[in-house]
């Protein structure tokens, strides 16, 4: 994964294989006002080409975790302001963030659905 601070024209590349300890590499890169798209990266090499056409900055936004432990009253259990980036690695079930407070690497896990595990409980003892 990567990450471009405009700001400071730097790419800081993230290695994610373990992400219960990630791996950051700061490498120097002159941003200019055109954004650049990280094409590959092998070892410690990384290719970056730059668009033809600037692209603007997006706007901030808001993400919440919302727990249905309660389906009757649902809790924002986290919320993540200011979050400028959004990536996904579905293979392993990963969300990436990024907001001003660093980069956040959530694990996506379904949730249990009580009335299908009842449903299933019920199957299981009276249907067999």
Do not use: C
């Not at 950051?24 to 730059?50: C, F, R, W, Y």
């Not at 963030?97 to 980069?103: F, K, S, W, Y």
Request: hydrophobic share 40%; proline share 9%; glycine share 6%.
């Amino acid at each position: 994964m990567y990450a471009e601070d405009t700001r400071r024209g730097t790419v800081t590349v993230i290695d994610v294989t373990d992400v219960t300890a990630p791996s950051v590499v700061q490498v120097a890169h002159p941003v200019n006002e055109k954004s650049s798209d990280l094409l590959a990266i092998t070892g410690t090499a990384a290719m970056i080409g730059s668009p033809a056409s600037p692209s603007p900055e997006p706007a901030p936004q808001s993400v919440r975790i919302v727990s249905f432990a309660d389906p009757g009253h649902p809790q924002i259990a986290r919320e993540f302001t200011g979050v400028t980036a959004v990536g996904n690695d579905s293979g392993r079930n990963l969300i990436f963030l990024a907001n001003p407070e660093g980069i956040w690497i959530l694990s996506k896990q379904p949730a249990e659905d009580p009335a299908a595990a009842k449903a299933y409980q019920n199957d299981v003892i009276y249907d067999h």
